[in-house]
């Protein structure tokens, strides 16, 4: 160890910019609106300021549920419901890993799971050609 | 070049699913700030907007603005939209190079008269045209010419929207911004230096989407990214509040991350969205690695009264605001400026747009 690496210490983790209480908050009214009148709501974690360490402490307190979903499109997403039935984490990634996206999403089921009408109608056509080809 | 092919098909024949363009909505209505129940309606939008033409020029620069954008690991989202424009010319990307290069940009404009973007990096220097040339053309002239048939310019960089570091005092060029320039265009500011990739792609998402340029602030910048500043977005905001300042780079409340503004930092009078949207892959920004903010998006930054004086000491020069326009605008009178302001109008009038209501109608219906 060099005389540097004593100087060089910085304490992550040890700030506590009050953010955390307040995004909770959020998140219960959102669920009670969802119960109340089905509505869905998205928050956009990298729209709120937070303070290094924070992010992981929220979802900490969020924990992990049953369901967790991979999906490869333009890269890996991780869907994730939390230990809260209703509250789930979505993550977008792009090829090289990198976090494009990360919403908590109050909702029944995230709506980029849902699979697209267009995208059926040409299953629906590419499962005719492969009957055709059998 | 074919610019009549959608966007949705182009991103598809591109291998892009359906769900993967609908992560890419996502990201860009968050950016956009568009309430998140507007992404279906923007990937319907998205999925039938024609690639428009682009124009890139750059003047006196560094060249920042464009590694800001082409330097993040492919393939970026923001990549992906800038993949599906129809970049006609940008003389540092481009492989055509002298009298070609210059018939892609004659081409270009010819085919997308009024209809074509112009997007400019660099100030223009009006001291002597020959401080800046491209083939042979002072950037002025170029401007001018390029200017004239554009549906819209977005003005990128510091340099391109106030003058950027090439005004800086004394200013031995005589730089100047685009605005001070062109007065009859709708001009959208995109200040940064460099600016954060993924707002000059918001920016283009948007003119895609409602095929009109954002909402703009007082300078011209988009509100959704410009429209709050540094400091109160900042995650160190709570301490400046409870008066907890780190006095030095190295001292306690240096370590504990308290708030830099006696360090000079100039969040406080910065807009932008570095607090939020973050560099490197949304990793950090500049006060969160311990620095304070240096005001690259403001108008004459780099004449704050020092980087390291706080703001309460300093002596900085927050009146530019006012300025733009007089002193190149000025001699040509109120006439003139009754008709720019109906050639502007004209021009806005010319694209066909739609705003947030109507594409929740259209989502309804």
């Known amino acids: 160890m060099n005389s540097m690496d004593s100087s060089l210490k910085v304490e992550i983790g040890s700030y506590n910019s009050g953010n955390i209480p307040p995004l909770m908050h959020e998140i219960r009214h959102a669920l009670r609106n969802l119960l109340d009148n089905d509505e869905t709501t998205t928050i956009d974690l990298r729209g709120l300021p937070m303070a290094p360490g924070e992010q992981q402490q929220l979802l900490d307190i969020l924990g992990k549920g049953e369901v967790s979903v ?16 209703g509250v789930w984490l979505i993550i977008h990634y792009n090829n090289n890993k990198e976090v494009m996206g990360k919403f908590i999403e109050i909702t029944r089921m995230p709506a980029i799971l849902k699979t697209r009408t267009a995208d059926m109608e040409e299953s629906l056509a590419a499962l005719q050609v492969k009957l055709e080809e059998v | 070049m074919n610019h009549d092919k959608p966007l949705g098909q182009a991103l598809r024949e591109q291998g892009v699913s359906r769900r993967g363009f609908l992560k890419f909505c996502a990201t860009t209505a968050s950016l956009m700030a568009l309430p998140p129940s507007m992404v279906p309606a923007i990937a319907k939008a998205l999925e039938s907007a024609r690639r428009p033409s682009v124009i890139w020029l750059s003047f006196q620069e560094c060249t920042g603005c464009t590694e800001s954008l082409t330097r993040s690991h492919a393939p970026t989202l923001e990549g992906l939209i800038f993949d599906n424009i129809s970049l006609d010319y940008h003389h540092t990307l481009q492989a055509a190079s002298g009298d070609a290069a210059e018939a892609a940009r004659e081409a270009a404009m010819e085919e997308n008269k009024g209809k074509y973007l112009l997007v400019v990096d660099g100030s223009i220097p009006l001291g002597n045209p020959g401080y800046s040339t491209i083939a042979g053309i002072s950037n002025l002239e170029m401007l001018k010419e390029v200017a004239e048939h554009a549906a819209a310019i977005i003005a990128v960089g510091t340099c391109a929207a106030y003058g950027g570091l090439p005004h800086a005092k004394p200013n031995p060029t005589g730089a100047v911004s685009v605005e001070e320039i062109i007065k009859d265009k709708p001009i959208v500011n995109v200040p940064g230096c460099p600016p954060i990739p993924v707002v000059i792609t ?28 540094i400091h109160d977005r900042c995650y160190r905001r709570p301490f400046y509040d409870k008066g907890l300042f780190a006095n030095t780079f190295d001292d306690e409340g240096a370590r504990k991350g308290w708030c830099l503004f006696k360090l000079g930092c100039k969040g406080p009078v910065t807009y932008n969205a570095c607090a939020t949207i973050k560099w490197n892959d949304g990793t950090s920004f500049p006060i969160e690695a311990g620095h304070g903010c240096l005001g690259c998006s403001e108008p004459n930054f780099w004449d704050m009264g020092g980087f390291y004086n706080a703001l309460s000491e300093s002596t900085m020069d927050l009146s530019r605001t006012a300025a733009v326009g007089i002193a190149v605008g000025a001699a040509a009178g109120a006439a003139s400026g009754l008709l720019n302001r109906r050639k502007k109008s004209k021009a806005e009038a010319a694209h066909e747009t739609v705003t947030v209501k109507d594409l929740q109608r259209e989502e309804k219906s």
Request: proline content about 5%; charged content about 20%.
């Open chain 2, 202 to 229: 918001g920016v283009l998402a948007h003119f895609l989407t409602f095929g009109k340029l954002p909402e703009l602030d007082h300078l011209r910048r988009p509100l959704a990214f410009y429209g709050n500043n």
């Open chain 1, 70 to 85: 991979q999906l490869d499109a333009l890269g890996k997403s991780e869907i994730t419901e939390s230990s809260y039935a």
